[in-house]
């Protein structure tokens, strides 16, 4: 019975280390992301994402890093590793849990990438996948509010690229707001991003409303 009970102590012991392993290298990734260094947090988020390979939320911020630093480069080069890799994260994420809307939808930004780099080679393919993608995540889950958000910008930049108006759309922005107000991640590094984002883009419609 002593032999038991120092066996479930010592596999306890064991959890609450990995877990603070866990915590404090994606604490540690974080702040390296603050400070600029992309590509170091890139790699610390990928050594997380080793040790915990059935979590997807190591390999959805190692998607979402690469991503958002491609935003604006030039070199193919550069952008093709980028967001290559943010691909190959993001398919990892998948795999470990599929019909995520938090994944579907840096999935979504990863297309949005490749769109806004070169609009000409894949605008119209990507594009028709960008509707599917936030159809569906609105589908799984219409109360998340970065789902409500990031399905009203791409609107907005869809209407804005056919020189419609993009008015119809603030009122998702506004509703995105409301659900931010009340949201509550679902555990530590969860995502949590898109409320000043959200105010952005609304201070934006009302500054066109006053126009």
């Known amino acids: ?55 997807w939320l190591p ?9 958002l630093r491609s935003f604006g480069e030039t070199d193919k080069e550069k952008i093709s590793q ?10 990892l994420a998948m795999a470990i849990s599929p019909e995520n809307p938090e994944i579907l939808i840096q999935q979504a930004l990863i297309h949005t990438a490749w769109i806004a780099f070169d609009g000409a080679t894949y605008g119209m393919t990507l594009s028709a996948k960008n509707v599917a993608i936030y159809a569906k995540a609105l589908g799984l889950a219409p109360d998340n509010p970065r789902v409500v958000l990031s399905k009203a910008e791409w609107d907005m930049g869809s209407a804005k690229y056919f020189g419609k108006d993009t ?13 931010f107000a009340n949201f509550k991640p679902e555990g530590p590094f969860y995502p949590n991003w898109g409320k000043e984002r959200a105010t952005m883009i609304l201070n934006e419609c009302h500054s066109e409303e006053v126009k």
Do not use: H
């Not at 390999?59 to 991503?67: E, F, H, L, P, S």
């Not at 980028?82 to 398919?91: F, G, M, V, Y």
């Not at 008015?167 to 659900?179: A, F, G, H």
């Open 59 to 67: 390999y959805y911020y190692i998607a979402q890093v690469n991503t």
């Open 1 to 55: 019975m002593k032999n038991t009970l120092l066996l479930i102590s010592f596999f306890i012991g064991l959890s609450v280390f990995g877990q603070d392993k866990y915590t404090k290298g994606m604490q540690q990734a974080f702040t390296l992301w603050g400070e600029g260094k992309a590509t170091e947090a890139s790699n610390l988020f990928e050594r997380v994402a080793m040790a915990e390979s059935d979590n």
């Open 82 to 91: 980028q967001l290559e890799k943010a691909q190959e994260s993001i398919d």
């Open 167 to 179: 008015t119809p759309y603030c009122k998702d922005v506004e509703r995105s707001l409301e659900l």
